[in-house]
């Protein structure tokens, strides 16, 4: 039996079993059953999902700072957006691919984890971390996305998986 298919990149999957493994920057759109995974840091990840869990997007993303770089179109047939290192274009990308596949983002549910401060010894202020946890909350009301979960701040590193379906993420958190 082999390994499942890992997948990272910004792409949308079509209909069979997969796991996909975001890193940094990356943006993921799965059908039912299929697995989205990261780690998390300082970084945030927000989940998007219709409310029947049908289908759900994932992005990782690492800076909530405004991005030089514009999003870039989705490709009709692998659906790949650009790299979404940044918020902004990380949500964009999410918009796009959940767009594409007929549902409306703000529709959707969300669920946000991260934005940890690794270095508490260190930062004792504001962190990346802290900032990032602020605009994917800020942002997500503002565009009227409910929020169902979240586990946010803290001094932690966070393990976060999901299979598109009905239940709720499963996070792991791993104290700094």
């Given at each position: 039996m082999s390994a499942p298919e890992t997948v990272s990149h910004t792409e949308c999957a079509q209909?069979?079993?997969k796991s996909h493994t975001l890193h940094p920057g990356d943006v993921v759109c799965?059908?039912?059953g299929e697995r989205m995974e990261t780690l998390l840091g300082s970084c945030v990840a927000i989940i998007l999902t219709d409310p029947r869990r049908t289908l759900g997007a994932m992005c990782h993303f690492v800076h909530s700072g405004p991005s030089l770089r514009r999003p870039e179109p989705v490709d009709r047939d692998d659906r790949r957006v650009g790299d979404a290192a940044h918020a902004e274009v990380a949500l964009t990308a999410m918009y796009r691919l959940l767009t594409a596949r007929g549902i409306?983002?703000?529709q959707c549910e969300a669920y946000v984890y991260g934005g940890g401060n690794l270095f508490p010894d260190l930062v004792t202020a504001s962190h990346v971390g802290e900032l990032n946890a602020q605009?994917?909350?800020e942002v997500l009301a503002r565009e009227g996305v409910s929020v169902i979960e979240s586990d946010l701040g803290g001094r932690a590193y966070r393990k976060l998986s999901w299979v598109v379906g009905s239940?709720?993420?499963?996070?792991?958190?791993?104290p700094v």
């Open positions: 209909g069979y079993s799965a059908d039912r409306s983002p703000r605009w994917a909350i239940q709720h993420p499963d996070v792991i958190t791993v």
